[in-house]
């Protein structure tokens, strides 16, 4: 077609992916194309906020690195990850609820001993993590899970985010017991800001929201026969719960982490300070 | 809100931003959050698929530099530059049609006298360019009216992609006479394939695209009390007319490079080889 105008030009764009080889790459980048256009069609950009979108774009990449993924980011705070969370989750009665992954999942950490204290030398208020690994529906228990468990510091950062650190820092992996039982010692987690020293952070700070997730403990729980369970627990009571920066938030998710007098720990450890307990179970999907 | 699921995302995101305080930023970025939100429930990505997006994404922005805007170059070949283009150009009669900037223009060059070879040391078939710059309406000639005239070389690249050229090449800045005329001579050009080692260069392979555009000089036309014009004249004949990559074709901005035998050319000089004549008018919308 030799005369585009605003009228034909996305049905010329479509046409030429007509000859796609793959049928899914095919559908993703046409229904692209279809949605772009109807926004740029409902939005009519000028000619210098079309430019200045080409040059947010740039700066989002421009700000990942192998620490960082401000695509992500943007992807989290504009509600797109927990929509693509929801779409691929749509789960059966027992199932504990997904929520996003975000930027700070370190895979391949070696298993610890059931109890392990994952917070080393970071101090904070002592918490006791606990619970059990149920297949959903049926309610057994799963022996031999693998879970993965991370959070930030007091500081509100990760390990990752501190390059000062050179062992895994306040994550970890435990396996279940024959019963489905798993236990380990952390802190208690504080709310804390998404970075927002990049372009997300402009976005923002123009947009007049703030930049604070609720406080969390972020869990992966893999099984056999089961779909991996990416989830965080939230702490009931933390002021941002309406409001999470990433729209992660979901009531099922929502825990109290019970504070406790110095005295005996489920695990027989002695706790001379004040601290917390989190005991909550998981239910997985079969597949 | 604290209990976030598929069908409730979209207005949290957008109740998120109610308080952005400049009601045009507002409306963009609410559209934004509209439009993906619908593409991301159209298409249903799986995790993977989304995970593939954002790394996209994140090469495209990597890949610019201070002299290769890949964003820019996404943006041409899902055609949305060309529909932003047509949005904000609605031209009334006698007005010559616009088409995309592109990434190669130069700004601030210095105005050459009239019938300045452009070419300079670059070989090529000689080309004389020549013709007048009317108000679209009245077809009253503009007089001082600047014209900026770019283009690629017989390799298909402009001066700016050849890190060993100290000066311009293939682009002027020219003005126009008392009666509206200019002239100015260069090379005939060639079709040429978009920068395709990128990105954008796997997406047109994964789509079985073609990366050319078809041969055209660019130019950009401006004129007290006018608009400026942004546009480019494309050679009649080249083979990628109704398949340009960027979609950047209009019938009207077609146009013969006339051959000629070696002899007199229009502003009397005498041209010893085969040579062509690109005679074109331009109509500038009054403001």
Redesign the interface.
């Known amino acids: ?6 009228a034909n ?2 049905d ?2 479509i046409q ?2 007509a ?4 049928p899914r ?5 046409t ?3 279809r ?13 210098e ?2 430019q200045l979108a ?1 040059d947010y ?6 700000t ?1 690195t192998d620490k960082r ?1 401000e ?2 980011l943007l ?1 989290d705070t ?11 989750h ?1 789960l059966p009665e027992g199932a504990t609820e997904t929520t996003v992954l975000g930027p700070f999942f370190v895979a391949g950490l070696p298993e610890l001993p059931p109890g392990t204290n994952i917070a080393g030398n970071i101090s904070g208020e002592p918490l006791f993590v606990g619970g059990k690994v149920m297949s959903a529906g049926t309610g057994h228990p799963l022996a031999g899970a693998v879970i993965d468990a991370w959070q930030s510091d007091d500081d509100g950062y990760y390990d990752v985010q501190r390059p000062e650190l050179t062992e895994p820092a306040l994550r970890g992996r435990f396996r279940t017991d024959a019963k489905g039982y798993f236990h380990f010692w952390s802190i208690t987690p504080h709310s804390y800001p998404i970075p927002d020293d990049g372009p997300v952070g402009a ?1 923002i700070r ?4 703030h930049p604070y997730r609720p406080a969390h403990v972020h869990f992966m729980i893999s099984a056999e026969g089961h779909e991996t369970l990416v989830t965080h627990i939230f702490a009931e009571g933390d002021p941002y ?4 920066a990433v ?5 099922s998710l ?1 825990q109290t982490f019970a504070a406790r007098e110095p005295g005996m720990a489920p695990d027989g450890r002695a706790v001379t300070t004040a601290w917390r307990t989190l005991e909550r179970d998981f239910g997985l999907k079969p597949t």
């Open positions: 077609m030799r005369d585009i105008n605003e030009i996305t010329a764009v030429r992916l000859d796609t080889p793959d790459l095919k559908q993703i980048v229904g692209l194309v949605h772009l256009h109807d926004y740029v069609r409902d939005v009519e950009p000028s000619f906020e079309w080409i774009l740039t700066r989002v990449g421009q990942c993924q695509f992500i992807s504009l509600g797109v990850s927990m929509l693509v969370d929801a779409i691929n749509r976005m123009a947009t007049k929201r719960l309406d409001s999470d729209f992660g938030v979901k009531d929502i």
